[in-house]
């Protein structure tokens, strides 16, 4: 059998190679490092319990919300926003920062750098989200989380997608490239104040986009 041999300057050369275009970028990424069912009366090691954040985000309430895309700028109507205990346990989740290296093609070892990534612990509460207005045009109901923002029960975020081939309860989109419906509502200052939305998000061939059916703000009335 006969191995080929490079001669010293192919050698210099392909090694030159070797360097030339393996640059990086640099980022970080959130990693979950521990996992804990708790039930709805334990305290979370952020020093809350589900049941907290479930008096946090309180009863259904209605209040005035605007039809369309344009915002706080539509038709009025009246929206109620419900979340009640969904099936399932709660669980905190713990996260560590973590550093990625992933190879950009740069010549002569160039490195990029991504955003700064900030990681914040979290408690999960499984809750079923409903919107509804008084029109009867959106009857929006799905299984979601409600996530706490941070260490603090002063933010609740409730969030939910349904896929357009199996949402009811929203006007039809002609949009070919609609792919979901959601719902995001948001609970401020005890619960005592409530903003959010309902809508159609998709992909066009350049960039990801979201239209709203019903925007609401109880900050505005």
């Known amino acids: 059998m006969i191995v080929p041999v490079l001669p010293f300057h192919m050698l210099r050369f392909a090694s030159l190679l070797l360097l030339v275009g393996c640059g990086f970028t640099t980022g970080s990424e959130c990693v979950e490092v521990e996992s804990i069912s708790l039930a709805d009366d334990e305290d979370s090691p952020l020093g809350f319990s589900a049941d907290d954040v479930l008096a946090t985000i309180g009863a259904a309430r209605t209040?005035?919300?605007?039809?369309?895309?344009?915002?706080m700028e539509g038709d009025a109507v009246d929206v109620t926003i419900g979340v009640t205990r969904g099936e399932g346990a709660a669980v905190f989740t713990r996260t560590e920062l973590a550093t990625?290296?992933?190879?950009?093609?740069?010549?002569?070892?160039?490195?990029?750098?991504d955003m700064l990534v900030i990681c914040h612990d979290s408690l999960a509460v499984p809750v079923d989200l409903a919107v509804t207005t008084s029109d009867g045009t959106i009857r929006f109901a799905a299984p979601t989380d409600a996530v706490p923002a941070g260490d603090t029960l002063d933010f609740v975020h409730v969030s939910a997608t349904v896929p357009i081939?199996?949402?009811?309860?929203?006007?039809?989109?002609?949009?070919?490239?609609?792919?979901?419906?959601?719902a995001s509502a948001g609970f401020y200052e005890g619960g005592a104040v409530t903003s959010g939305q309902v809508g159609w998000s998709g992909r066009s061939d350049t960039s990801s986009f979201a239209v709203s059916a019903v925007t609401?703000?109880?900050?505005?009335?």
């Not at 209040?63 to 915002?71: A, T």
């Not at 929203?170 to 959601?182: A, I, R």
């Not at 609401?216 to 009335?221: F, K, L, Y």
């Open 100 to 113: 990625t290296h992933t190879p950009n093609g740069r010549l002569f070892g160039e490195t990029e750098y």
């Open 63 to 71: 209040v005035v919300g605007h039809l369309g895309g344009d915002g």
């Open 216 to 221: 609401w703000d109880s900050r505005a009335e």
């Open 165 to 182: 081939d199996e949402a009811e309860g929203l006007p039809e989109n002609d949009n070919p490239n609609v792919e979901e419906v959601f």
